[in-house]
């Protein structure tokens, strides 16, 4: 069975919370971290490479932080575990020969299958579900911002 590392999950977790928290003004990683009872610099590298990609926007300064860099609807769960599983595989740079010759071949369709279940899953409908029950503080009306 196909699923998403922990590392994903925190990263589509911190990608809903910025979306809800933002309301016009950055959140920022310190923030974020309390919220989900982790360590200040435990996000900062997935943080970073989300930036690179253009998921998110980083704002410099003492009221600086993270907030979106594209309308929620247009960012799926799919487009940040790419890049979360990309900083998890540089620190994993050794794969066994036969993870790489045998293993990850035979998985292929499996996980192509799963990246495409997983592209129709925006932030927009976790921003909403969460909303619906009640997580999200309130209901945010910017997307992003300019």
């Excluded at 911190?14 to 996000?43: N, Y």
């Excluded at 045998?102 to 969460?130: K, M, N, Y």
């Amino acid at each position: 069975m196909a699923r998403l590392s922990e590392k994903s999950l925190l990263a589509v977790a911190a990608i809903v919370d910025i979306a809800i928290h933002s309301r016009g003004q950055p959140v920022a990683a310190k923030a974020l971290a309390e919220r989900h009872h982790l360590p200040p610099r435990h996000l900062e590298p997935v943080l970073q490479a989300l930036v690179h990609a253009g998921i998110l926007k980083g704002v410099r300064g003492p009221r600086g932080g993270y907030e979106l860099a594209r309308e929620r609807r247009r960012i799926s769960v799919a487009e940040i575990a790419r890049v979360a599983e990309a900083t998890a595989a540089e620190n994993n740079a050794h794969i066994p020969l036969l993870v790489e010759k045998v293993v990850q071949p035979a998985v292929a369709a499996a996980e192509q299958s799963f990246e495409v279940a997983l592209s129709g899953v925006s932030i927009d409908e976790l921003c909403r579900a969460a909303e619906k029950l009640g997580i999200a503080e309130t209901k945010s009306t910017a997307d992003f911002n300019i």
